[in-house]
């Protein structure tokens, strides 16, 4: 077994930052903007030059827009963002069920359904919301080197001009990515595979048999697609899985893929256009470790898993919530640090519980067997649309899938202590 942090760590001496954010993407900005509203120093870098253009997630849980409210973000969300209102199965080109999900959550959560607005809008949201603490993202600026001293981390940085900066930070947060440098730097681990299966999305402009504005998913033999309705007339993110015969080729361009989109969703499904087409081979994976010493990993950093559901985004804005205000009781000194050891103790189990249940559902939708072609396209949305008009069941499938759901009851800090 790990030995546990230090339970008390060496005074802290003249810092450049209390927190050094290394990733300005959802993660990092939703840790940038909590430390911001308690009053910490942070200083949040990115290496790439500006945010990133793709819309990649797109699914907003409850509980992401209860914590947007709480930083005064959330009507802005709603305003760009559609609310999914109903899911449409299709199987075997055929409409099958739709599944009304607008209110699903109603006594349950101020934000009831499911929002969706692409990650470009939800970092600039939040990107926005940090000038109201008198926080800028450092672009073009990286992450080369780390020591980790008892006192503080010394920390090595490439400028944008190329030249190297040393500077000192107390704490440091690793929101950078799947490929983390600080997980690397830490020593920790990122056990896990890759699946075979390779995804591709589209943001795309099409119309065709889809119910317009609403989550249309298809379910055929060999997988299955997404089209989720983007803001704008007509405009459609398009998600699927490449049917294996175009596996493995690097040239795969959107056209590619309209044969086999137009087999499931119909000869009437026609794209006027397709500003943003990518593949992407998905992992699942956990690091062994959310923590060493002074550094801590969130987000993609921490646990990458399969799209399904619409979490991967949403938990990292949940490990950055849940972290920033034990390090700010700490950095204040109205905590001390064994405060922060609660952060793995609550989050790891999230993310394992996470992996396995996103895991479950990928092979269910993605096996290539009789049972499971049959169960994908005769029964799954027959047995989703009579399961979902029963409200114990509508309420317990808001509850996972927003994330509202999540306790901490096993948690030290949820245990009574004694005499109280
Ligand atoms: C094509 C695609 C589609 C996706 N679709 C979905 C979806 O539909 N639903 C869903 O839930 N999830 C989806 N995801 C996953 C989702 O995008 C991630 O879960 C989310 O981006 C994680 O956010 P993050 O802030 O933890 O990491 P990231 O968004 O990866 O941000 C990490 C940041 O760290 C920076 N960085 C890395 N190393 C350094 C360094 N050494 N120094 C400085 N900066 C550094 C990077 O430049 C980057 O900006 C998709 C991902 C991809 C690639």
Redesign the pocket.
């Known amino acids: 077994m790990r030995a546990g942090p230090p339970r008390t760590l060496a005074p802290v001496p003249m810092m450049d930052t209390d927190v050094l954010i290394?990733?300005?993407?959802?993660?990092?900005l939703m840790l940038a903007n909590q430390l911001g509203r308690r009053g910490i120093r942070a200083l949040i870098?990115?290496?790439?030059s500006g945010p990133?253009q793709?819309s990649?997630?797109?699914?907003v849980q409850a509980r992401t827009l209860e914590i947007y409210s709480q930083l005064g973000i959330a009507g802005r969300a709603l305003e760009l963002g559609r609310r999914g209102t109903a899911a449409n199965m299709w199987a075997n080109g055929r409409h099958t069920a739709r599944i009304p999900i607008g209110d699903i959550g109603r006594n349950l959560s101020p934000f009831p359904c499911i929002l969706m607005l692409g990650?470009d809008d939800n970092e600039q949201i939040m990107g926005d919301k940090l000038r109201d603490w008198g926080l800028a993202v450092q672009w073009n600026?990286?992450?080369?080197a780390m020591a980790q001293h008892p006192e503080r981390v010394a920390v090595t940085l490439r400028l944008p001009d190329g030249a190297n900066q040393e500077i000192s930070a107390a704490w440091v947060a690793g929101?950078?990515?799947?490929?983390?440098?600080v997980r690397e730097m830490c020593g920790i681990t990122f056990p896990g595979a890759p699946y075979e299966h390779v995804f591709f999305?589209a943001d795309t402009e099409a119309t065709g048999d889809m119910v317009a504005e609403e989550l249309n998913v298809y379910l055929w033999n060999k997988g299955f697609h997404l089209f989720f309705p983007m803001r704008g007339k007509d405009r459609w993110r398009v998600?699927g899985i490449l049917p294996p015969e175009l596996r493995g080729r690097d040239d795969l361009t959107f056209d590619d893929v309209i044969p086999c989109l137009r087999q499931e969703a119909g000869i009437r499904l026609s794209f006027a256009s397709c500003s943003w087409y990518?593949t992407?081979r998905i992992h699942h994976r956990s690091a062994t470790r959310f923590r060493e010493q002074r550094c801590f990993l969130?987000?993609?950093?921490a646990h990458v898993h399969s799209?399904m559901g619409?979490?991967?985004?949403?938990t990292?804005l949940q490990d950055a919530y849940n972290l920033a205000w034990k390090l700010a009781l700490v950095i204040k000194g109205q905590a001390g640090v064994q405060l922060l050891e609660s952060y793995e103790q609550e989050r790891v189990p999230v993310a394992r519980r996470l992996l396995n249940t996103t895991d479950r559902a990928f092979m269910l939708v993605v096996a290539d067997n009789w049972l499971a072609r049959l169960f994908r396209t005769w029964i799954m949305a027959r047995v989703a649309a009579i399961g979902m008009r029963f409200n114990c069941i509508r309420q317990l499938a808001f509850r996972t899938v927003s994330q509202i759901g999540i306790q901490y009851r096993g948690s030290d800090l949820s245990q009574t202590l004694p005499g109280l």
Do not use: F, K, W
Not at 22 to 28: D, E, H, R
Not at 45 to 48: A, G, N, S, V
Not at 56 to 59: F, L, S, W
């Open positions: 290394v990733g300005a993407g959802p993660t990092g870098i990115d290496r790439h990133a793709q990649r997630a797109m699914g990650q600026t990286e992450l080369i929101c950078d990515g799947a490929r983390s440098s999305v998600i990518s992407y969130l987000g993609d950093a799209p619409a979490q991967g985004m949403n990292g």
